[in-house]
């Protein structure tokens, strides 16, 4: 008898680790991690070029992860793609004259959405929108534009 | 030569040795529902149970936990190396998440879990039908399917889904260890990387789905080559050489067809 | 053989028995009957089917012709879960003992009481305790098979076979491969269980002191075939060279020593 719930203690321990491994990971290396741990809020930006940003890449202010995209959809009327973004609400102090651009991780790496804090006193709110963004510089127009020397900086926001 | 095409006209079809692997298939699928309708969910089944999770998954503990942390320091060292060149090295956690999560650590996991768990399991078996305690069992009116094979293969489809946790848990810190206390990357980059990287739902659960199938594959060969082995000590060595190799190739070549399955 | 008064007694009935294994014939026409309270022995060479009888008698396989009737049910027509409950009846000691290797030799004792009764943990010491006891070995109840003596190991699992106090109950070969001490207190045990516990034992063995020793009634089978029946007193006074050959052991007779083959002379002209 004795042996037996050693054997059942044991067994317990052992599907009770498997449970702890299975929380450290989900939430410690996957992308459940830091949205359950705290909460977010949400902010959009429209852009008219956004490159090859993909939903769940990071959004960052100065360099430090601040927060993710969470979906990219694009408006039918005005043809600007709507870029909704979650921020941790540790960040909640950013002045809602933010500004957004599209840059790009290395040379080859992924696009990032990078914000610059304004000087306003506002602060952004759940469900604000940002005015101030620059597109995604897409190589190939770049070249173009460097090849052919045309006068297009206008068209270009 | 009139003999011979006497004993071939007599041989029972489907007997010969091509066809075997497709018998083989359907003998273990038949096994496998024998198997499932004697689940009980009596508190006494659940005992005998929890019992052989004991035996099959503790033991394959420290060889589970060894081999993540070394796969996650050569997955960390490797990947390392390559992405200094790109200038990315702030990815190592990516890398060796979606690389584990998905494939590596399910697989890995399972071979591991074969070599270990699935052949003491069989020789296990195999060794009661040889000294006669399944024939022991079934005088005594009771069904050694349902008391001695079913707890094992349950035991494995709850074991391997753990062990696997804990191989993919020991990786990612093989490589934390490996990538931040010995590579200097910050640990908020690595950690911040796999975050926004790796999916909860197309990754990580995915590959647990993965180990269920790989552990009902692993236990149902490893129970089906034990109960069906030649009860001498020869049978039960080949049973187990057996369990081994059919259940490394299952599991590679299942891995594939959920992999392309799930993509 | 088939006494009319007898036959209200007889637990065990086999007629015309056949069964083959591949093409090769193991047991060919056996017919059979145990009488209630006797110790019955089968007999003949190794490899000739008996153990085949056994399993024929509990259920194991079905025979292709012939039926096997047990306290009056037929074997071969019962439903798995009567013949479950006809198993209770019957305890079996198999080869090697085949203990449990995990099991302790209480909890070897006590798993068909577990599995069949509803007794409480209590009243299941009492019997385990009480069958342990029977066979000298209660002070090894808490040990494991591994520790346990050939001989021991053989007791144990004759505890384990009348746990369940059976009507009928089969030995297969219970004193193969024992020293001799062992294999006298089995013996005693096989005829005192037999009697203080109003059983009816059938033994397989291949030994002729075995038979000498235990019991009331032998079968002789030979080439799948019953050679000779009766007691032991007429089996060795028994005509037939077959039977003569087998009971004295002489090496060759009816029972060839030489494996059939061509003759010698021509198969060492033949060697290449």
Redesign the interface.
Known sequence: MRT?HT??F???L??A??LA??V???F???????VLREGSYRISARFGNIGDLKP???VSVGGV?VG?VESIELDGDSFEAVVTMKISTRYDALPDDTSASIFT??V??DQYVSLEPGGSPDVLADGDSLFITQSALVLENLISKYLFDSEEEEDSE | MNQNSDQASKAPPFSGPRSAPIRHIGEAGIFLFRILARLRFSPRQWAEVMRQTYFVGIRSLVIIMTGGLFVGLVLALQTYDVLTDFGATEAVGTIVGKSLYRELGPVLAALLFAGRAGTSITAEIGLMKATEQLDALDLMAIDPIERIVLPRLVAAVISLPILTLLFDMLAILGSYLFAVHWMGLEQGIYWSNMQSHVSLYKEFFPGLMKTVVFGLVCGLTAVYYGYHARPTGEGVGIATTQTVIISSILVLILDFALSALML | MTDKQQQMDTIVKLRNLSFQRGKRTVLDDISMDVQRGQVVALMGPSGVGKSTILKLITGQITPPQGTVEVDGDCISQMTVNNLKRFRRKVGVLLQNGALFTDLTCFENVALPLREHTQLNDSLIRRVVLGKLHAVGLRGAAELMPRHLSGGMARRVALARAIALDPALVLYDEPLSGLDPISQASIMRLIRSLNTALGLTSIIVTHSVDEMHELADYAYLIIGGRIAAHGTPEQLAAHESPLVQQFIKGQPDGPVPFHFPAASLADDLLAMP
């Open positions: 037996s054997v059942e044991t067994s317990g052992f599907m680790l498997g491994a299975l450290f990971l989900a410690q290396s996957t992308d459940a991690g830091g769940r890449a990071p992860t993710s991780k290395g080859l790496g």
